[in-house]
C-alpha cells in the first residue's frame, strides 16, 4: 500500500505560481510514476504532469511551459511547480502513485486533492 498526502493549494491571483507537495509513504518501492491529475467541476478528470522512476515527464498540452513537476528522493516527495496561472487551472488536484500491473502503469493510489483557485 502507499499513502499520498497532498499539500500547497490555495487561491492565487492570474499570473501568479504555487507549488503543490505530494510525500508518499508504505511500499514507495513499488512506485513506477507519479502524477499530478486535476478535475475541475463538471470536467473529468486530466492528467496534468507525470514523472517516471527513470526521470522522464510528459505534460498536459495546456500547461507546457508553465508547470513543472519534480521529485525529492530523500523526502519521498514529489512537487509540481505551477507558474503563470490562469483561471483555466482552477481545479481539485491530485497526486497519484502508478505501479506495475500485467506490466503496465496505473495509477493505483491516489491523494486526497487539493484545491487550486484562480480567480477570473
Known amino acids: 500500500q502507499v499513502q499520498l498526502v497532498e499539500s500547497g493549494g490555495g487561491l492565487v491571483q492570474a499570473g501568479g505560481s504555487l507549488r503543490l507537495s505530494c510525500a508518499a509513504s508504505?511500499?514507495?518501492?513499488?512506485?513506477?510514476?507519479m502524477g499530478w491529475y486535476r478535475q475541475a467541476p463538471g470536467k473529468q478528470r486530466e492528467l496534468v504532469a507525470a514523472?517516471?522512476?527513470?526521470?522522464?515527464?510528459n505534460y498536459a498540452d495546456s500547461v507546457k511551459g508553465r508547470f513543472t513537476i519534480s521529485r525529492d528522493n530523500a523526502k519521498n516527495t514529489v512537487y509540481l511547480q505551477m507558474n503563470s496561472l490562469k483561471p483555466e487551472d482552477t481545479a481539485v488536484y491530485y497526486c497519484?502513485?502508478?505501479?506495475?500491473?500485467?506490466?503496465?502503469?496505473?495509477?493505483?493510489?491516489w491523494g486526497q486533492g487539493t484545491q487550486v483557485t484562480v480567480p477570473s
Open positions: 508504505g511500499s514507495i518501492f513499488s512506485i513506477n510514476a
Open positions: 497519484a502513485a502508478a505501479v506495475l500491473i500485467e506490466g503496465k502503469p496505473i495509477y493505483d493510489y
Open positions: 514523472l517516471t522512476s527513470g526521470g522522464s515527464t
